[in-house]
Structures are given as C-alpha cells and as structure tokens.
C-alpha cells in the first residue's frame, strides 16, 4: 500500500528546506578553494589562466568549475559571497533534480534528501568552494537521462557529453560514468555508437588540446606534485582504507548508506541497480588507491549521492511496512552522530578537539570555520576574516616581491598578480612538482613537501637559471621555456612534445634526495664508539638518507655525529626550506668498526642564517648505512640541548 501523494509532497519540501537551511548555516571556504579563485582572479584581470602571473602552471584539478566561477566571479569582482551563494544554488538544484526526476516516488525522495542534509560530508562539502556542488549536479543529470531516456544514440550521446563535463569538473567523476556509460553503449552497440560517444567527449578532447598548447601539459600541475612522493602501493592503500573506515565516526549515516545501497543493488540483478553499485565500488577502489584525501568527508559526497539514487529505485521504500522503520534509521543514525549538521551552533570551530582523526585526516570545517564561515557568531560574514589576509594584503601593498609559503590559497588570492608565490608541497611549482618528496615517515597525504633546489629562490627572483644542481640546468630551461615562453614559438611546442613523451626525464633521475625523515630529539642521545650499525637505538639508512628535523632554527657552529665506520655521507643543511650548506665525510677505513663519532663544523652560511633540518646522505659504501646520533654542540663544545617541537 503507498501513501497518498499529497501528504509526502509536503515532507518532501521541509526536507528540501531544511537542507538549504542547513547549508545556509554550515557554510564555508577552504584555503584550497581560493587557489582556484587566484586563476579566476588573474582571468577577470587579464592575467591568462595563471597562478603566478609570471608563468602558466594549471593548479586547479577541475577546469568545468573554474569556469563557471570566473563567469559569475566577472560579474560580481567578489571572491567569498560569490562562491557560497553558487555553491548552495547549485547543491539545491542537484538535490531537487534528485527528489523530482530521478527518484521514483516522492516516499524515496523523502528518504533520500533526509539522508544527505543530516550527511556532515555531503552538506560540508555543498559549500567549502571545492566543486563536488557540480559533481553532484552533473551525476543527478547525468542519472536523470540514463533513467528515463531510450536506449538509443541520442541518449547516448547526451550520456557521453554529460560525462565528458564530469571528467572536466573532476578526471576521477570518469570512473562514476563509466560503468553506465558503457551497459549503454553496450546495449547500442555499433561504429556509429563509437562515433557517437567520441563525439560526446568533445569538450574534454578540445581541453586537452588547449592544455597541452596553453599548459604544455595534459594534466594539472597537482598530478604531477601527487605523483611524485615515493610512497609505496601499499602503503597509500592502507591510508585510503583508513580514510573509508573514518566515515564511521565522522558520518555513520554515509557507511550505513553506502553499504546498503550496494548491497541491495547487487541484490536487485538489474541494469540499474549493477552499474550503480559498481560505480560506487570503483569509485571507491580509486579512493583506496590514491590513500584518500586529508579532508574528512570529502570523498565520501559522490559515493553517497550515488548511493541515495540508487536506494530512491527501489520500490519497497513505498511501502509502508518498509518506509517508516527505514525513516527511523535514518533519523536515528544520522541524529545521533555527535557531528550530525543538525547540531552546529555559531560557535562551531571553536573546539580544536574535534579536529583531526588521526593519520593527517582532519576535519576542514573545523579548522576554517570561524575564520571563512558565511554566518558566524550570529553575524553575516562578507570575507575570510585570519592572518592570511592579512599576509596577503601585506605583500599586495609592497610591489613585486617573491615569497615561499606552505598554505597558498587565501595568502595567494589577497596577495594579487605581482607577488610570485613558492609552494613548498609544488602544487603550485612546475619545477617542484615534478622532483621527489621528502619522505616523512609521519607524512600527511596531499601535503608532501620538496626541498627547494640550491639557486632555485634566485632563479625565480631573476628569471635566469641560477640552478646549483646541473642535472636541473638543462631540465628547468625547458620546463621555462614551456611555461613562460611565447606561445607559438616554435621551439617552445617542440619542448612540449618532447617534455610530454619523457625526453627530459633522465636529468631528473639523480637531481634530488628523497630521504626519509626523522626527528633531532628521537636521535640525541650519544651511542658509545663500536656499536652496531643495526642497533635499534639508531637509524638504518635508505640509500637515499634521512631528514632530521629540529623543528625550529639553530646557530649551533658544530656538531657530534655518530656514523658508521667505513661509509662516506653528505651532510646538507636547510633553513626549510632553502639549501644553506653542505658537509662531506670521508670513511677513515674500509672495515666495519660500528658506529663511530664524528666532530664537524657546521658552514659559516648556515651558522649565520640558521638551520632547521640536516639531511645526511650516505655517497658510497657497503649498503649497511647508519645513522646513531646527532648532538648540537656550541663553540666549546658544549652539548646544546635539542630544540623542543614548537611547530
């Protein structure tokens, strides 16, 4: 028996409201999100899709929202308003979309909507300035068609021009398309069915082209930066399922959601119902894959739309019998979580406790939002109102000037076209994002950081290679060439053929250290001469050495080390991120005698400027390197005590 239309039809519109009234009160910006809003910015002004106005470098990974941001931002010169309002109008538009036309009845839609406004992923990121608000409007319109339409070409090729705007707005959207797309083609399938998806692909082919011309790259900058981090298979998998497994405590009505939704739609045996669920599922390997993101919640937005439209196909939720014990799980499971959007009062934010779940995962709402929220301490917020604002207008006002920084988003828009901003995660750096992380044995994903290469900050600052290293010589010139040089030369479009098909990779082989990272205080304390280079109370070195950090700067003019006895190490130090000297030690012997110390003299320039990292690399020996201790000793040798982690 269903219920009378009329009664639901009234449920159905609080729920959308309260979903709106709930993204009007969460709502919020990102520090990533105004990295986009720069290039819009440098658009409106003339700048060319650039980031640094000096060079083009694509550091968005979704070309469809850049675009539409710059449109309205064109209108309205206004960065923070206009991206929260856009945002909200578009996440409406995609959950009307779903409760009208794609649901099958207005009890499914019900369900459905209820179930994203109390998802603290879903209404988090339907703001933030990120773009999972047009994910979710292209995969409700995409569902609509494939739903609704005949199995025939022009549906297809409406299917394939749909999916083809998903992979603009994100590459990874292709693998939610893919699994529809092809039980589509497959049920149409023919030469002109293969025509007809190409065709429908257009947009993104003619990106593509204009990237590798404009770009001289057919991926962002960021692929390249996420690449490059020498993180083992394995290891990034076990990230991403840590990543899925937060979605029990961060949003239980997402894993709840998920599960079911596949469940029931392997269970169905149905075309509906089959790509669905392996849409989900790849979706979600692919997640795995990449070892999740640092945001909580902000994978989880997709896979959960998803989710909701396909439970919204199953006719048993009109039941009645079904309909009202699945309405009290769903309150009951998403009312319950202590982060359920319901709860979120003016002062959320303002409890740091909340804030991280462990392994770099945190939750970005509650770092940002009383600094970007739109509706504050009962106040209505026009702009980010934190200290890199207030960096960035700083810099705006001096003029052309260069400046290294580890957040860029917000210091970036504020700061304006003439200030060249250093990435030191190479996000925004094409030099820096195509050499290898340091390796953090704690590191955080998406934020891999690179050691800036000696000459770099002059070269940057003069625009001539001044590049120490002179394996990046012949590399960077290319790379400026394909970057910063006249379009249509000549030889700048051969360097971009010939950068693209690898010819310059060898002189990145050996032009970087990718060491693994320690801390100064886990490694001060001294090890007697003769100890084993195995001890556990040392470091067994990789061939490509270690980073210890010290976690604020020191002046300290020598210092003991503990090495092993019959290797040769480079020791080189950074005041981090820049080179400021470098040290070699020469094996005394050919035999293994253990760990034996060292007394050295720390470079005149580092003692000057401070350093706060050392790397120690090992450049020739049996392969058993090892590392026991290092201790900052003053001009009397004297032991200094290790700096304390203040960062």
Known sequence: ????????????????????????????????????????????????????????????????????????????????????????IISSAALTLLAFRVSKTIAAACLGVLILALSKSFTDFSTSGLENPLSHLLIALFLIIYLKSQKDLRSLLLLSGLAALGTLTRFDLLLVFAPMLIYRFWQVKSWQAVRTVVAGFVPFILWELFSLFYYGFLFPNTAYAKLSTGIPHLELAMQGLYYL??????????????????????????????????????????????????????????????????????????????????????????????????????????????LSYGRGITDERTFYFQQTGFLVDGSLRTKPINSWVDDGLRFRTQGPIYTKKSAVGIVGFYSGPDVHILDIYGLCDPLLARLPALMDVNWRIGHFV??????????????????????????????????????????????????????????LQNAAPLPLMADLTRIS??????????????????????????????????????????????????????????????????????????????????????????????????????LGYILLLDSSFNVIAPPGQIR
């Open 450 to 507: 690179r050691a800036i290469p000696g000459g770099y900050d002059e070269t940057l600052k003069s625009h001539r290679n001044l590049l120490v290293d002179r394996e990046l010589i012949p590399f960077y010139d290319t790379l400026s060439l394909i970057v910063r040089g006249e379009l249509f030369d000549m030889k700048r479009l051969m360097a971009v053929v010939r950068m693209n098909l690898g010819a310059y990779d060898h002189f």
């Open 1 to 88: 028996m269903k219920f009378p239309k009329p009664d639901l039809r009234y449920l159905l519109i609080f729920c959308l409201l309260l979903f709106v009234v709930i993204v009007l009160r969460t709502a919020w910006m990102c520090d990533d999100s105004f990295i986009t809003l720069r290039t819009v910015d440098n658009v409106v002004h003339g700048y060319g899709l650039t980031w640094n106005s000096d060079e083009r470098v694509q550091v968005y990974t979704h070309p469809l929202w850049m675009m539409l941001l710059t449109l309205v931002y064109f209108v309205t010169r206004e960065p923070f308003l206009t991206t929260i309002f856009l945002s909200i």
């Open 525 to 626: 304390n001294p090890l007697p001469a003769g100890t084993p280079w195995s001890s556990a109370e040392g470091i067994i070195l990789p061939t490509k050495g270690v980073l210890v950090n010290m976690f604020m700067p020191v002046r300290a003019p020598f210092l003991e080390i503990g090495l092993n006895s019959n290797d040769d190490y480079a020791l080189t130090f950074l005041y981090w991120p820049n080179i400021v000297g470098s040290v070699e030690i020469t094996a005394g012997s050919n035999i293994d005698k253990g760990l034996i110390p060292y007394r050295i003299a720390v470079p005149e320039e580092a003692v000057r400027s401070g350093y706060d990292a050392i790397g120690i690399q090992p450049t020739r020996g049996d392969k058993n390197y090892a």
């Open 245 to 354: 497994s937060t979605a029990v405590t961060h949003d239980p009505i997402v894993a709840v959601t998920i599960i079911a939704a596949i469940g029931l739609g392997i269970w169905r045996r149905d075309e509906v119902g089959r790509s669905l669920a392996s849409a989900i599922v790849l979706y979600l390997l692919y997640v795995v894959s990449i070892g999740g993101c640092f945001m909580a919640g902000r994978y989880f937005t997709v896979p959960l739309f998803l989710a909701v439209a396909l439970l919204s196909q199953m006719e048993m939720i009109t039941q009645r019998k079904c309909w009202l014990p699945i309405l009290g799980v769903v309150l009951v499971v998403g009312m319950a979580s202590p982060y359920c959007p319901l709860y979120a009062g003016s002062d959320f934010g303002t409890d740091k406790s909340k």
